[in-house]
């Protein structure tokens, strides 16, 4: 069945750096979706990517749906304490079937 | 703002205990689902439906099972609890239209088997 990678599987980071994460598929995806949770809470939509190529940002977060339509990357500009979290990627292939998640990854942020 | 609640944050059972976890959303939504998260597994599905009465399996289903007697309410129930069901279970909704792929959650039930 189709696999998510995403790596890394966590990242500790001092406050103001820039952080990347990344997800790749082993088939061809049509929606490409990232998800942030914050501690004791449910994911919460940050990004969502329809198109390949496409180049989507959301305040200092830019996420990328890669052209081959097997991988997107996620990027957090000068981090924040508030950014810490577990941030999942997501896809689906456009035909029937549910959205297949990334195992995420856990971003902690040192003030 | 548009919600999906699950209603019990907390819940600490005994081995053996009926457990009912219950999902309501406001938004009108077709689908919804179950997973739930344990560290280093990220989310597993464990039940869905697409619409009031229907059921399907997802990758998880044994020891679960589901209703969806309304069209804004699916339930969880584990019939026996067990102490490997112990987890943080998420509900999720998502509709039939432009978007659909993006999924709605609730802010999760941490469940603890004792």
């Known amino acids: 069945g189709q696999q998510l990678n995403q790596s890394p599987q966590s990242m500790f980071i001092q406050e103001g750096e820039d952080v990347s994460m990344n997800c790749t598929s082993s088939?061809?995806?049509?929606?490409w979706l990232w998800y942030k949770q914050e501690p004791g809470e449910g994911p919460v939509l940050l990004i969502a990517?329809?198109?390949?190529?496409e180049l989507t940002s959301n305040g200092r977060l830019t996420a990328q749906f890669g052209i081959t339509r097997k991988d997107s990357f996620l990027n957090i500009s000068a981090s924040i304490p508030s950014d810490v979290g577990i941030y999942f990627c997501?896809?689906?292939?456009?035909?029937?079937?549910?959205?297949?998640f990334g195992k995420g990854t856990k971003l902690s942020v040192k003030p | 703002d548009v919600k999906v609640t699950q209603s019990s944050r907390y819940l600490v059972k005994r081995t053996g205990e009926k457990v009912f976890l219950e999902c309501v959303q406001d938004?009108?939504?077709?689908?919804m689902f179950w997973y739930r998260q344990d560290p280093g597994l990220g989310l597993r599905l464990i039940y869905f439906?697409?619409?009031?009465?229907?059921?399907e399996k997802g990758d998880i289903p044994e020891g679960y099972s589901v209703s969806r007697e309304k069209k804004e309410r699916f339930s969880l129930i584990l019939e026996s609890a067990s102490t490997n069901q112990t987890s943080m279970y998420l509900c999720?909704?998502?509709?039939?239209?432009?978007?659909?792929?993006?999924?709605?959650f609730g802010a999760g039930s941490r469940l603890t088997v004792l």
């Open positions: 990517l329809y198109k390949a190529g």
């Open positions: 997501a896809g689906h292939g456009g035909s029937q079937g549910n959205l297949i």
């Open positions: 439906s697409y619409d009031v009465k229907m059921k």
């Open positions: 088939s061809i995806f049509n929606t």
């Open positions: 938004m009108d939504h077709e689908n």
């Open positions: 999720a909704s998502n509709g039939a239209s432009a978007g659909a792929n993006v999924l709605t």
